[in-house]
């Protein structure tokens, strides 16, 4: 369904629970961006009126994500910390060329969100499968299902706004681009890492 060209590696999970705590906190800071992205989006592309509503239920939603993943934080005596740089979305947004008509750049931004929440939505489901705290694995069930949404939704609003067979085509592109990311991480304990 995410049309993902590479799936994670299953011994992603096993590394994920060893340093569950280091994943929460990255999770929790993948919530906050998620809804800072969504904020940008709104700022940026005010006269997409449609797209502006769907925005600001997305910031409400991936904050209330934020606070559930802060009170995990907080139940396990781990304090959120200093957020760190997110080496997969850097390399990610890389792949396509600055500027173009704002048509353009709203799909590329479009595309990067659907991307982003994609592979979140396959983690979370990896880790709702192979977590051994049943809590945890509940948690990142119902993440998972509302990842899914974000996807379905990024894509269908640049599909909405932007030359249909032009967003398929550079879609496909994005997603080998991807896969020749994640073939290039090592190890790491993110939410996107290896």
Not at 91 to 96: A, E, H, L, P
Not at 150 to 175: G, P
Request: one cysteine or more.
């Amino acid at each position: 369904m995410l049309g993902l060209k590479l799936p994670t590696d299953p011994r992603w999970a096993n590394i994920a629970e060893k340093n569950i705590d280091d994943i929460l906190i990255d999770h929790a800071y993948c919530e906050q961006k998620a809804a800072s992205t969504a904020i940008s989006l709104i700022v940026s592309f005010p006269e997409y009126t449609e797209l502006i509503t769907a925005m600001t239920g997305l910031v409400q939603e991936e904050m209330s994500h934020f606070k559930m993943v802060h009170d995990l934080l907080k139940e396990r005596n781990v304090t959120l910390g200093r957020d760190r740089k997110d080496a997969y979305v850097a390399k990610v947004i890389t792949f396509f060329p600055k500027g173009g008509s704002r048509q353009t750049q709203l799909a590329h931004r479009l595309l990067y969100a659907a991307l982003i929440e994609a592979r979140s939505c396959e983690r979370f489901r990896l880790l709702s499968e192979e977590l051994s705290d049943e809590k945890l694995r509940r948690f990142y069930r119902k993440l998972m299902i509302s990842e899914a949404g974000h996807y379905t939704m990024f894509l269908k609003f640049a599909r909405q706004y932007h030359d249909e067979a032009e967003v398929n085509q550079k879609w496909s592109d994005l997603l080998d681009f991807e896969a020749k990311i994640l073939e290039s991480f090592q190890s790491g304990t993110s939410v996107h890492g290896w």
